[in-house]
């Protein structure tokens, strides 16, 4: 948890940092230290409901079915990068080895399949949130 100033924040702290613990254990990246800055949206999405999860992921539906049946790989991983390089795609590039007018490619592609925006901050978000409550509840 964290650090608390009086008797009453124990619990609070003591919860916060078992459930870190908890959530850390099932991320793959051990070197990561389970600290709340770290784990902030694994947090969040932890304690979402099944359900909610379920059709949050249900609003992106051709997506997901994509990446469960492995169809789309290039751009599911492309997108991936994407989000993990700060949605930089010179960076995306470097990190996948390619031409950066071939993630400038793989993302106007994304957008004319999908009909997401990618580059768009707000759509971001949502693949992004999407795609880490799928690998969430691939977890549970």
Same mark, same amino acid.
């Given at each position: 948890?964290?650090?608390?100033? =009086?008797?009453?924040?124990?619990?609070?702290?003591?919860?916060?940092? #078992?459930? *870190? *613990?908890?959530?850390?254990?099932?991320?793959?990246?051990?070197?990561?230290?389970? !600290?709340?800055?770290?784990?902030?949206?694994?947090?969040?999405? @932890? #304690?979402?409901?099944?359900?909610?999860?379920?059709?949050?992921?249900?609003? +992106?539906?051709? %997506?997901?079915?994509?990446?469960?049946? $492995?169809?789309?790989?290039?751009?599911? %991983? !492309?997108?991936? !990068?994407?989000?993990?390089?700060?949605?930089?795609?010179?960076? !995306?590039?470097?990190?996948? +080895?390619?031409?950066?007018?071939?993630?400038?490619?793989? *993302?106007?592609?994304?957008?004319?399949?999908? @009909?997401? =925006?990618?580059?768009?901050?707000?759509?971001?978000?949502?693949? +992004?949130? $999407?795609?880490? *409550?799928?690998?969430?509840?691939?977890?549970?």
């Amino acid at each position: 948890g964290g650090i608390v100033k =009086d008797i009453k924040g124990y619990n609070k702290s003591y919860i916060l940092g #078992s459930t *870190l *613990l908890k959530i850390g254990k099932k991320e793959k990246n051990s070197d990561t230290p389970y !600290t709340l800055s770290a784990l902030r949206i694994p947090l969040i999405l @932890n #304690s979402l409901d099944k359900d909610i999860i379920g059709f949050y992921i249900e609003s +992106y539906d051709k %997506l997901f079915k994509d990446l469960e049946e $492995g169809k789309r790989g290039d751009l599911i %991983l !492309t997108v991936a !990068t994407f989000f993990k390089e700060g949605m930089n795609i010179t960076k !995306t590039a470097k990190a996948l +080895y390619l031409h950066r007018n071939t993630i400038t490619y793989r *993302l106007s592609k994304f957008k004319e399949i999908y @009909n997401i =925006d990618i580059t768009n901050s707000y759509d971001c978000m949502g693949i +992004y949130i $999407g795609y880490e *409550l799928f690998l969430h509840r691939a977890q549970i």
